[in-house]
């Protein structure tokens, strides 16, 4: 038990700990409870976080800091606004790797001391401040450490343009304390403003209001004004510039890079209007997206305002762009109803999924939609048999305790979740489910969920009592076990079966280059790759290279795939490719399959090793914590 829990139990308040009853509770009965036990109904208690936030808990951030690419450090302050709820004598933030030069009280900026707890490999460490009961500010001087993990600082050679250095960060899940002292837990909302001040060639953009072009001092100011969870503050600086795409949204990236990313997301503005329609207004006025340098470990991150994305989606004819659609969607699915702990992923990523379809659906039809289903069970197929189908990670509520939570977090929570929700979906008919997902957005907008809130609000509003509807949903079989529940709905999609065919045909006998794929989107080429079989002659890898070029595709996922194949069955034609993808991406949904499979023999380790050791310096330390363990 937490110290904070005892503290609840002696004020007679344990039974609040977010319960399915406290929900209702919450929402009726603000006006007679006590700021504390508001704040309690708001916060699931959090393994990765050491913040106290019944106790005190920060409401605002102002942020002061200077960037400085020679010694890779950021410095400054980070004074927050606080609320003392329990009118002790302590706050306490997360930190990690931080040097804490000094703390001082109030606005006339008192000194206080202060303490950092003990260190722990995933958590770093606590910062306990002394404080007095009517403590309203505290700010913390503070240096990052060169090995920030968060943070990826790269050389010019690094970039597209090669000019100029580059800096971005990634705080999910528990890596902004690694760039900021901060109650780093997905319970704790912020709002906040910064000033930055970074070389004056470069432009600096936030998880905020963002400056359109850079200014000659090289100072910039942000203001977040909505309340924001810890894992989505966010900082890129660079030699950027910024595209209008439509009057809400638009597109920040290198200048080598901007009219390639301006061609692939033209359609950025329809999604959000799409999105709007299912499901309500979007509530953070702009939506625009920074493409980042290819080291970028993630395909996406839903900074708020400002979406990160990798350059591998520009693939020159937009068939990747469901990525923006769920980076979009999370505008909604993470960013505004926010999960309480890691524990919920689920609720951020399988929403999210969910309505990442829903959007496909509405721009491109159903069958593109159901392409993309098929790929995502393909994916949770392949994640089930490698956990096991019995493991308790494959529940939809996990348990990550003592755990990294980045390592805890699998396809599961992505696809299990959407499947469960399409489930729900079927049983109810989509117009009763999407006035359902509307009331669930607006009943929790910028305020914490978890499984047994969403639960709560499901029974209430959904099932109402009604046995063989529950039965059908059962909440039972999807969110607390593991696997899939037996009688699940198997995504099908008519174009696919189309793929089938051609596969057949080339399986028995036809030659490559007579098969009809005059009109197959990436998807199709990726159903295709993926079902080759295991064991293929060489003959059979140079027919397929031959007819489809596949080898030198401009696809990432297709190309990627691809490789697979080529390592399994020594296909060396594709090994100089192979090397210059791998010493070019970072991302790591790309990089563990292709050196895994590379791992699988002697001789391949060898290359792997080989690869690694030139590429790992491109590789942001979310991909190598990963490799480095997997190619120890
Ligand atoms: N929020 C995630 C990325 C993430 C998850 C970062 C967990 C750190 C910890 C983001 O929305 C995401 O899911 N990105 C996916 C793309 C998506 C289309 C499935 C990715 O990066 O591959
Ligand atoms: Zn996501």
Request: overall charge negative; proline content about 5%.
């Amino acid at each position: 038990m937490k110290p904070y829990q005892q503290y609840l139990l002696g004020l007679g308040l344990a039974g609040s700990l977010c319960l399915p009853a406290c929900t209702t509770q919450t929402n009726t009965n603000t006006e007679t409870m006590t700021t504390a036990q508001q704040a309690q109904n708001q916060i699931s208690e959090d393994v990765h976080s050491y913040a106290e936030p019944t106790k005190a808990v920060a409401r605002h951030l102002d942020l002061d800091i200077a960037v400085n690419f020679d010694t890779k450090t950021l410095s400054g302050t980070a004074s927050y606004d606080i609320e003392n709820l329990a009118k002790g004598n302590e706050i306490i933030f997360d930190t990690r790797g931080l040097q804490i030069e000094k703390v001082y009280l109030g606005d006339k900026q008192e000194e206080t001391t202060f303490r950092l707890g003990e260190s722990d490999k995933y958590l770093g460490q606590p910062l306990h401040i002394t404080i007095k009961p009517e403590t309203k500010r505290v700010t913390i001087v503070y240096k990052t450490s060169p090995d920030a993990a968060a943070l990826q600082w790269l050389n010019p050679q690094q970039t597209a343009g090669k000019k100029h250095p580059f800096l971005f960060t990634q705080s999910q899940a528990i890596l902004a304390r690694t760039w900021i002292p901060i109650q780093d837990s997905p319970g704790i909302r912020i709002t906040y403003s910064a000033k930055v001040q970074v070389p004056k060639e470069l432009l600096a953009v936030m998880s905020a209001e963002n400056p359109i072009e850079k200014n000659a001092t090289g100072n910039y100011s942000f203001e977040m004004k909505q309340p924001i969870p810890s894992y989505l503050m966010a900082l890129s600086v660079g030699d950027l510039v910024f595209s209008k795409v439509g009057a809400q949204t638009g597109i920040y990236a290198e200048p080598a890079t901007i009219k390639a990313a301006a061609y692939e997301f033209a359609e950025m503005d329809k999604m959000l209007v799409a999105a709007e329609k299912l499901y309500g207004k979007y509530r953070w006025d702009r939506y625009d997206l920074l493409v980042l340098p290819p080291s970028f470990p993630f395909g996406g991150m839903e900074n708020p305002r400002l979406t990160f994305v990798t350059p591998t989606v520009l693939a020159k004819d937009r068939s990747l762009t469901s990525l923006i659609a769920h980076e979009l969607a999370h505008s909604w699915s993470g960013n505004l109803v926010t999960n309480a702990t890691w524990d919920d992923f689920w609720l951020n990523e399988g929403f999210t999924v969910y309505f990442e379809r829903r959007i496909m659906e509405e721009l491109y039809g159903k069958s593109y939609a159901d392409m993309l289903n098929v790929l995502g069970y393909q994916d949770l197929q392949n994640t089930l048999k490698e956990l096991g189908e019995t493991s308790e990670d494959t529940r939809l509520k996990l348990d990550l305790e003592g755990r990294d939570p980045d390592e805890g977090l699998t396809d599961i929570a992505y696809e299990k979740g959407n499947f469960f929700l399409q489930n729900i979906e079927q049983a109810v008919g989509r117009q009763k489910f999407d006035a359902f997902l509307n009331k669930y957005f607006n009943t929790f907008a910028f305020q914490t969920t978890n499984t047994d809130k969403f639960l709560e609000f499901l029974r209430t509003e959904l099932i109402k009592g009604d046995e063989a509807l529950a039965e059908k949903i059962n909440i039972e079989g999807w969110v607390f076990s593991p696997g899939l529940p037996q009688d699940h709905v198997v995504p099908t999609s008519e174009r696919f079966t189309k793929v089938e065919e051609s596969y057949q045909a080339w399986k028995n006998g036809k030659p490559a280059a007579q098969l009809n794929t005059k009109d197959w989107s990436s998807h199709e080429w990726l159903h295709f790759i993926r079902m080759l079989p295991e064991q293929m002659s060489q003959q059979q890898l140079q027919d397929l290279d031959k007819a489809f070029n596949l080898t030198n595709s401009g696809n990432s996922e297709v190309l990627a795939a691809w490789f697979i194949h080529t390592i399994r069955n020594n296909y060396t034609t594709a090994d100089k490719a192979l090397e210059t993808f791998l010493t070019n991406v970072g991302r790591r949904k790309f990089l563990v399959p292709i050196y895994k499979a590379l791992a699988a023999t002697p001789e391949g380790k060898k290359k792997a090793l080989a690869i690694y050791a030139k590429a790992r310096p491109n590789y942001h330390a979310v991909s190598t914590v990963t490799l480095d363990e997997m190619l120890k």
